[in-house]
């Protein structure tokens, strides 16, 4: 078994298209339905109803401007989940596309590609442009985010990790949080790196999981976006991951066995 940092040791992967954007007017009932049927219609495998439910109330508590969230049923482990696959808020759209869940490979658009890089992008670009037209909106900010679990993290790894983040230090690690955001230049333009780490371990002999989120964005909001912009930004997220996280975590991102 590889690094507990390597692609291999993920229990869930999802890759979010976020975008933000001028103010989003009130979704009604009419709407909304225009809105799932044009998703039906721009990215059918993404989409199958509106998101109600508990899962709905703990994204509103997460997003207290969340306009509208439409969801895909997806049958892990004996039972049907319902996974949040795009999400309309007062001045955000993500697309949140389901890579892997609870240990389960999950295919919602190219089951060989599995960071979701050129073909996905193109899907992605064309969704999102058609959505903020149909919604009246500019798009100022866009942002390719990969959110991981890793599961079953032993006491020495998270150690390690611990010990790569913040140095070495005689005490062990109860509970770990990081928010950490690098500049990194790419044809001579910045781009946020935001890394988000949490993890805590109930027993600290015993292995936990350790949630990581990586956001690459464009730094620079001062106007609206080109559609060759958006894909430019998603390209160099793309170029940076998931190597850059790896290595930022001490893993292997070849996947390490």
């Known amino acids: 078994?590889?690094?507990?940092?390597?692609?291999?040791?993920?229990?869930?992967?999802?890759?979010?298209?976020?975008?933000?954007?001028?103010?989003?007017?009130?979704?009604?009932?009419q709407k909304k339905k225009d809105v799932l049927a044009r998703m039906k219609e721009l990215w059918p495998d993404l989409v199958d109803g509106e998101l109600e439910g508990p899962v709905r109330k703990q994204l509103e508590a997460a997003n207290p401007g969340l306009l509208c969230a439409f969801k895909k049923s997806i049958f892990l482990a004996g039972m049907t989940a319902e996974a949040p696959t795009l999400l309309i808020g007062t001045n955000t759209l993500?697309?949140?596309?389901?890579?892997?869940?609870?240990?389960?490979l999950v295919s919602t658009i190219d089951k060989h590609d599995f960071w979701l890089r050129d073909n996905a992008n193109a899907v992605?670009?064309?969704?999102?442009?058609?959505?903020?037209?149909?919604?009246?909106?500019?798009?100022?900010?866009?942002?390719?985010?990969?959110?991981?679990?890793?599961?079953?993290?032993?006491?020495?790894?998270?150690?390690?990790?611990k010990d790569r983040l913040f140095g070495s230090l005689a005490e062990k690690p109860a509970n770990i949080q990081?928010?950490?955001?690098?500049?990194?230049?790419?044809?001579?333009?910045?781009?946020?790196?935001?890394?988000?780490?949490?993890a805590?371990?109930?027993?600290?002999?015993?292995?936990?999981p350790v949630m990581v989120r990586v956001d690459v964005n464009n730094r620079d909001m001062t106007k609206g976006l080109h559609p060759r912009d958006m894909a430019r930004i998603w390209g160099v997220a793309d170029e940076g991951m998931p190597s850059w996280v790896f290595d930022k975590l001490g893993g292997d991102a070849d996947g390490g066995s």
């Open 1 to 29: 078994m590889g690094s507990a940092f390597s692609e291999d040791r993920l229990a869930q992967l999802v890759i979010q298209y976020a975008c933000r954007t001028t103010p989003v007017g009130e979704l009604k009932a």
């Open 94 to 104: 993500t697309l949140a596309v389901p890579r892997k869940l609870q240990g389960q």
């Open 124 to 161: 992605a670009q064309k969704t999102m442009l058609s959505l903020a037209q149909d919604l009246g909106v500019e798009i100022h900010r866009a942002g390719k985010i990969a959110e991981m679990v890793f599961g079953n993290v032993a006491a020495g790894e998270l150690e390690g990790l």
């Open 178 to 198: 990081a928010d950490l955001t690098f500049v990194r230049l790419a044809d001579e333009e910045e781009y946020n790196w935001v890394l988000k780490l949490h």
């Open 200 to 208: 805590a371990p109930v027993n600290l002999e015993l292995p936990c």
